[in-house]
Structures are given as C-alpha cells and as structure tokens.
C-alpha cells in the first residue's frame, strides 16, 4: 500500500483507492459460479483469479499459451483450468471460445472478465492491418466476448478493463481512418485508443443488454506497476518502480475494482458505466458516445468479418 493510498477516502460503495480485491469480496460466497479471466497468469489477472477462487468461484483463466495459464492457476486449488487465448491471433480466440464452452459442460458463465492487454508498444505494429495494441486489446476481447454471450448467465456481467489512459486517445475517441496507426503513430496515444475502444465497447454492449439482467461496464484499475510495462523504455520504468511506493497502487488494490464489478451486489444492476476505485466514475466525455460506440462496434464487425479462419 503505497503512502498515497492510506490517505484516499473510501467512495459511496464503501470503498475507495486503497482497498484489495479481499476487501472488496470479503463475506461473499462465489460456490456454484464460473469465472472467466483473462491475462490470468500475472498480475491483476492472477490476484483476479486467486481472490475468486479463495470465495469458492470456479475459474477459467486464460494466458498466451495454456502452458501458462494452468501454471499460475495451479496454486488456486482443483476448481480451475487454464486455456490458450493469444488475443492477437483471431484462431486462437476462436479456439477459446470453443474450448471455454466444451470446459463449461452446460453451465454458465457469471462473469466474464477482460483483463489481459498489451501497452505502449515503442514502434506501429499491426495485426491483419490494424494497430496491434487496438487488435489485441479491442477486436480480440470483441471476438472473445461476442463469441461468449450465449454462453453468460441470466445475470452474468462482462468487465472490461480499461484505463485513464483512455484520456490520451486522439480527438473524437477513435481514428476510423487510421486504424493502422500508420499515420504519426504514438505509444501512448494508440494505447490509449484501445482503452477508450474497451469502453466504448462495454457502452455499447451494455445498450444491446438492455431489459435483460445482464450488464457490461469498463473499469480503470489503477495506475501499478505489472508486465504491461515491459515496454516501456528503462528510464521510465525506473522512474515508474520509485513512483509506485509513494503513489501507486498494489497488485491487490488493482484488482478490487474489477472484482467488485465482477461480483460485488452494489454492481448488480448498474451497467453502461465506467468504474474507478469500485466506485462508478465519469470517463472522457466521448467515451460515453453512443452514436462512436454503435459504429466501433459495426467497423469492428467489418474487421472480424474479413478475418482468416482456419
């Protein structure tokens, strides 16, 4: 807990910017539920896993390969099973959907948790000719979840974990024309467009879920030091590790917010919304546009169509 954090007052859920996942679960029984998680093999994914794990849930985690995934999940007990989704490579997506619905054995899914991402990435990478950090953070988690909603509860939730960096996307959200990032292509600024596609992706989503039970929200962690930041150059990550004891969050502050979202009663009914410290917050002011949100969600459908199969 860094110092910042003993300082912050709790929210009206009763928690704020220095509570844990346990905090935010404590009392709460998950025996009988289904989890799936993504990026479970470190950081915010893998205290994601534990803590709901520890409250009784039953976890399907996933990770780049399922090596990886049923390594970390190994210590959580014999309650969980770990999957391949490499978000960047649309197959294998396709092939956790598959694997996650064979692995359910006709229950569901009660929340389905996008947490894994890649961030500020030093040069334009693209994948089938769309920035690499939109792909994987975005159209992957969209393949992923679309593919998955037949199979979420009556009342199951979708978490999206986006960021504040969505407050570094470029004017109007989203650079339909640019897509590529080819143009003055910039780190921060093409990750934050995927964070403020993950939250026009859950506004959207949330709309399409409405008269139903079940919700769709984005959640912005917290600012801590994980693997995301293995691309940052070595100046900053240093200066990132001296910030983190005086201002950032732990790995087990990162993850209440999700968790809280996830399953906490007090998210039950709220969806469309976008969620700092387990407490509902404002985002960029077009991060809550409906007419963006409706066409990333047609453009993104245009791109998955065009995708290779097989």
């Not at 650079?175 to 964070?195: I, T």
Request: overall charge positive; hydrophobic content about 45%; some cysteine.
């Amino acid at each position: 807990m860094s110092l910042y954090s003993k300082l912050q007052p709790k929210g009206p859920s009763g928690f704020g910017y220095g509570s844990t996942a346990e905090d935010v679960t404590a009392g709460l029984s998950l025996a009988g539920k289904t989890f799936l998680v993504t990026g479970c093999n470190s950081g915010l994914g893998l205290e994601t896993a534990r803590v709901l794990a520890m409250r009784g849930g039953r976890i399907i985690g996933t990770a780049r390969t399922a090596e990886k995934a049923s390594a970390a999940l190994a210590p959580l007990g014999g309650n969980t099973i770990g999957l391949e989704c490499e978000l960047s490579e649309p197959n294998s997506v396709r092939a956790s959907v598959r694997a996650v619905k064979e692995a359910l054995s006709g229950a569901r899914i009660d929340a389905l948790i996008c947490n894994a991402g890649i961030m500020a990435l030093p040069v334009n990478e693209q994948k089938h000719g769309v920035e690499l950090q939109l792909f994987t953070n975005h159209v992957g988690h969209f393949i992923l979840v679309t593919g998955l909603l037949d199979a979420l509860a009556e009342d199951g939730r979708v978490v999206m974990v986006s960021s504040r960096a969505h407050l570094r996307a470029p004017k109007g959200g989203i650079e339909f024309d640019n897509l590529s990032g080819a143009r003055d292509y910039a780190p921060w600024k093409a990750y934050g467009q995927s964070k403020i596609a993950n939250l026009l992706f859950a506004k959207e989503l949330a709309r399409r879920l409405e008269g139903t039970k079940r919700t769709a929200n984005a959640i912005h962690p917290g600012v801590i030091f994980t693997n995301l930041s293995r691309h940052m150059n070595p100046v900053a990550r240093t200066a990132f590790r001296v910030l983190g004891s005086l201002m950032m969050k732990d790995v087990a502050e990162g993850a209440a917010t999700q968790c809280y979202v996830a399953v906490h009663p007090g998210a039950s009914a709220i969806s469309g919304r976008y969620w700092v410290d387990s407490n509902v917050a404002e985002p960029r002011a077009d991060g809550t546009d409906l007419a963006t949100a409706g066409k990333l969600w047609a453009v993104t459908e245009e791109i998955v169509a065009r995708l290779p199969v097989g």
